[in-house]
């Protein structure tokens, strides 16, 4: 359904020297510079799919979805979406897409919402038995009636996301590309969007794209995740993949006996590990170990905080998702310095 290959995006900006000076050199005679945005993005989405598409603020991610949306065209590389190339036939290509940018609406300010979707209709063509049928689907996984009537301007940011995931549906797109569509939300907000996402991916074979960094909208709606970095791809593949091959962190919690005066220095002088494999934090009586399993294993990790304090009560526990991909993040950095 989505086919991106070598993806990359250049903008010129002009560099301005400061003062009276600067600002007629940039006039006459700007200087310019070459700005890469995205570079050498490649990746392949099936039909169905809901893919997560993540990376650090000013890795890129914005810039490939407006590629992919049409509204960027790309210095060099392709991409196409259900066989049409974005750039070319944008009044068509844009009947079989949806998209959310979090910080953005589409929606009229003025308008009540219940007549904005009544312009949505004429521009996407919907006719009347479809419409009526889809905005029933619609009121019914998103809730839209308690404010179907009101004016956009006097919405909550919730409400505001629910009618713009909406809009993005209305006229039943192939692809969907959701740009932080939970952003600044609160929980129940949030599990309602997830719900609605996941029931249009189920019901209707809707393909996804979402952008996010909240990480419970990865573990609860994708499979896969594709990570990038300063324009590059860092990682392609499933949740289950990454926790095997870049999990190896392990977090061992103990609480120790009153009586023990077991510090920090201590408890690392009999593992003699590198700085990067051990990390320690401790409160009083109570100890987090965070280890490189690959370098020290858990057995041996438990058999030694047994033996060098009387311990309480202990755990470990596997590294979460949000670690993991943190570490991701600086190993994309060191690879790009």
């Not at 993005?41 to 890795?59: C, D, Q, R, T």
């Not at 790309?74 to 974005?86: A, D, L, M, V, W």
């Not at 909406?166 to 192939?174: C, G, T, Y």
Request: aromatic residues 8%; contains cysteine.
């Amino acid at each position: 359904m989505i086919y991106a290959e070598h993806l990359r995006k250049e903008f010129k900006k002009v560099v301005k020297e400061p003062g009276l000076k600067g600002s007629f050199k940039a006039l006459f005679k700007p200087k310019k510079e070459i700005v890469v945005a995205a570079e050498d993005i490649s990746f392949h989405v099936p039909k169905g799919e809901i893919l997560g598409f993540i990376g650090p603020n000013g890795a890129g991610k914005s810039t490939v979805i407006k590629m992919l949306t049409g509204i960027l065209t790309p210095t060099s590389g392709e991409c196409r979406i259900n066989g049409k190339i974005p750039q070319n036939d944008r009044k068509n290509y844009v009947k079989e897409i949806g998209a959310v940018f979090g910080q953005r609406t589409q929606l009229w300010w003025d308008l009540p919402l219940q007549e904005t979707y009544l312009v949505l209709k004429e521009i996407y063509e919907v006719d009347d038995a479809s419409f009526k049928k889809r905005m029933d689907f619609l009121n019914e996984i998103l809730e839209l009636e308690k404010f179907i009537k009101s004016p956009v301007r006097t919405l909550s940011l919730g409400q505001r996301m629910r009618a713009d995931i909406a809009a993005s549906m209305l006229h039943s797109p192939k692809v969907l590309f959701l740009d932080e569509p939970t952003i600044g939300l609160d929980v129940v907000v949030k599990d309602n969007i997830r719900q609605a996402i996941m029931r249009i991916n189920k019901e209707e074979k809707t393909t996804v794209i979402l952008t996010t960094h909240d990480i419970s909208d990865i573990e609860l709606l994708c499979d896969r995740i594709v990570m990038i970095d300063k324009g590059k791809n860092v990682y392609d593949g499933s949740l289950h993949e990454l926790r095997e091959n870049y999990g190896q962190t392990r977090e061992l919690v103990f609480e120790t006996d009153k009586s023990s005066k077991l510090t920090k220095e201590q408890f690392r002088k009999g593992l003699n590990p590198n700085e990067n494999d051990l990390v320690i934090e401790n409160e009083k009586n109570n100890f987090k170990v965070r280890f490189n399993s690959n370098k020290i294993p858990v057995a041996e990790m438990l058999s030694y905080a047994l033996s060098v304090t009387k311990v309480k009560d202990i755990s470990v526990k596997d590294a979460d998702i949000e670690e993991i991909i943190r570490n991701l993040y600086r190993q994309g950095e060191a690879l790009n310095e």
